[in-house]
């Protein structure tokens, strides 16, 4: 299974300094604040999954080239710092360090869920309350539904297979968390993409502002 | 003695039907760990508009008579008791003068933000805007923006407020920071920057 990378983090913006006037990015992670200059905002976004016309897997590999193709020069140390710093991760879904990762992140919806239809009940749509962003399917959709309340992701597969077997569930895709986890890490880029969720560590309580360059 | 503040609680998960070519068997709403399910005919447009109306100049608190005025302009729905019975569902709450105390609202529940940040312009530093990437969809203070920011990470309203510093006084009886307070999470609330949840323990 391949490395697939993925970034962490909430995006808070672009701030401008006006003495001496520059400007600088900030990307919340956990209860710390990291700065970032254009070349690693660049890397974070293009992390959130591959450009229209690129093949899957989005791994770190394809990252850097894809970098390297818009201009970006010496994007490996840039990548690598950004790992350095915990806001992006590399790793295989179905691995034990998939499961590391699951259970020192958590997974935070950012848009509204618009449900499913008549039509297609087995594909719920998420998105802004007038505008559908993406669609999945329902076990995706009730892992992100629910992802906000659990302490962490591994914790949101294990819920989410204790309640499939308790309903009669018996397919393993379902049923065995660290299946679930992998189905699920093998579809997020879907929607880290869009924007309708993003990954942050857990950890202490915050401290309004604390600052890592 | 004015009108107390009417705020949504819960993250939309929108219309189901619980099978193919089914009638739609209501609009859910996560609310802690429990799904509340609202009626489509008149709860559900209760609870939208308890939001706010998206997009409007509206200025000052938005309450039970705004939403009930604004789903007889909207839907020419008699609102009947759906304010009342989303009150009893835990979907919609009152806070203020003769409802529940702000202080007991804002350590029961939790603020959760939607959307990404997207910082401030070199022009308007001072100024904050919330949305997707490319797509500003709400200019707020920087207090609003912090609360905006950090809340996620507080068990409750009433710590993230303090975190940011939009309630220093409010121990000592100042209602006007209080109304501010409020004031400022119906904007977020609005906007569609975030949602209510019950609070968690962490």
């Known amino acids: 299974m391949p490395l697939l990378v993925f970034p962490i983090g909430m995006l808070a913006g672009t701030f401008h300094d006006a003495d001496p006037a520059r400007h600088h990015h900030e990307i919340r992670l956990g209860a710390k604040v990291h700065e970032c200059s254009d070349h690693e905002l660049a890397a974070w976004a293009f992390a959130h999954g591959p450009p229209e016309g690129a093949e899957p897997p989005w791994t770190g590999a394809a990252l850097v080239r894809h970098m390297a193709g818009v201009g970006i020069p010496d994007p490996e140390p840039i990548v690598a710092g950004l790992q350095g710093r915990g806001l992006l991760a590399e790793l295989a879904p179905g691995s034990d360090d998939a499961t590391a990762f699951a259970r020192a992140h958590r997974v935070v919806p950012s848009m509204h869920g618009l449900g499913n239809s008549a039509d297609e009940p087995w594909l719920y749509s998420i998105g802004l309350l007038d505008h559908e962003v993406v669609r999945v399917d329902r076990p995706v959709f009730e892992l992100w539904a629910w992802s906000g309340t659990e302490p962490d992701l591994w914790h949101a597969c294990e819920s989410f297979a204790t309640g499939e077997v308790a309903a009669g569930g018996t397919e393993p895709e379902v049923t065995e968390p660290t299946r679930v986890l992998a189905g699920f890490l093998g579809t997020l880029h879907g929607l880290l993409g869009v924007q309708a969720a993003y990954l942050d560590t857990i950890g202490p309580a915050p401290t309004n502002g604390r600052r890592d360059g | ?202």
Request: charged share 20%.
């Open chain 2, 1 to 202: 003695m004015a009108e107390p503040w009417l705020f949504p609680v819960g993250h939309y998960l929108g219309p189901f039907f619980p099978g193919q070519d089914t009638d739609l068997g209501g609009h859910r709403v996560r609310l802690g760990q429990e799904i509340v399910s609202l009626s489509a005919a008149t709860e559900f447009p209760a609870w939208a508009l308890a939001h706010g109306l998206p997009g409007s100049a509206r200025t000052g608190r938005w309450t039970r008579n705004s939403v009930e005025a604004a789903l007889r302009d909207q839907s020419g729905a008699d609102p009947g008791d759906a304010v009342a019975a989303l009150q009893r569902d835990g979907a919609l709450v009152e806070v203020g003068a003769g409802a529940t105390d702000p202080v007991v609202f804002a350590r029961r529940y939790r603020f959760r933000a939607l959307l990404v940040g997207l910082g401030a312009s070199r022009e308007r530093p001072d100024r904050f805007h919330i949305g997707l990437t490319g797509q500003p969809l709400a200019t707020v203070d920087d207090v609003t923006f912090e609360f905006w920011e950090w809340a996620p990470l507080h068990a409750n309203v009433w710590d993230a407020w303090q975190a940011a510093g939009a309630v220093e006084t409010l121990l000592g009886g100042a209602d006007p920071v209080v109304d501010e307070a409020l004031d400022r999470l119906q904007t977020l609330l609005a906007a569609g920057c975030g949602y209510l949840d019950l609070a968690t323990s962490m």
